[in-house]
């Protein structure tokens, strides 16, 4: 007899003068046929030299399959707070356990295949304390790191593969209302 397959239930979040006030909850499948509004954590991992992770998505993934991304991260379940699910994100898709995650912002993303309020993060990698970076098969393909300077240079290309949702949200964290004489990358932490 075959066991019943479990899937992950999330919260519905409204996109009114209450942003991130949950609705009501759906199957994972559901909010991504019909595009729902929901929400999921996002971190931008970066090391001592100032190098920002980026990996490239597998091609079995729900969104955005095959593309390269900076962002770590997902849905949050149903009745999760962000911050341990971006803990949890973390450990899961690249191995890394007791990173000091900073928020950055808090921001809604739409569009065609997608609908989500975006918690997002940063934290910095110390492979002598944090050990060393290991992809989750099932969700990264590849991955490496680039200096800040050179990933602003593609990420201005836009015929490099890169996820719609973290160009936007790189963007609005590369510009977060510094001016563009301030420091290659923005501060961290």
Not at 44 to 50: N, S, T, V
Not at 65 to 90: M, N, Q, S
Not at 151 to 170: A, E, I, K, Y
């Amino acid at each position: 007899m075959e066991q019943p397959t479990t899937e992950e239930i999330v919260d519905l979040y409204a996109q009114d003068e209450v942003p991130g006030r949950v609705t009501g909850t759906e199957s994972r499948s559901t909010v991504r046929a019909r595009n729902l509004p929901h929400a999921a954590v996002k971190i931008l991992l970066r090391d001592a030299a100032d190098r920002v992770y980026v990996h490239r998505r597998t091609e079995s993934k729900d969104l955005y399959p095959g593309l390269i991304d900076v962002w770590i991260g997902g849905v949050i379940t149903a009745g999760e707070v962000p911050l341990p699910a971006a803990e949890r994100e973390l450990a899961e898709e690249l191995g890394l356990r007791g990173c000091a995650l900073s928020p950055v912002a808090r921001r809604w993303y739409t569009d065609a295949h997608t609908n989500y309020l975006a918690h997002l993060y940063e934290t910095r990698h110390d492979p002598d304390v944090h050990g060393p970076i290991v992809h989750q098969r099932s969700e990264i393909a590849d991955g490496w790191w680039l200096p800040w300077h050179e990933l602003m240079t593609r990420l201005n290309d836009p015929d490099w593969p890169f996820v719609p949702d973290g160009r936007s949200h790189l963007t609005h964290y590369a510009h977060g209302g510094r001016p563009r004489s301030a420091a290659p990358s923005p501060p961290l932490g």
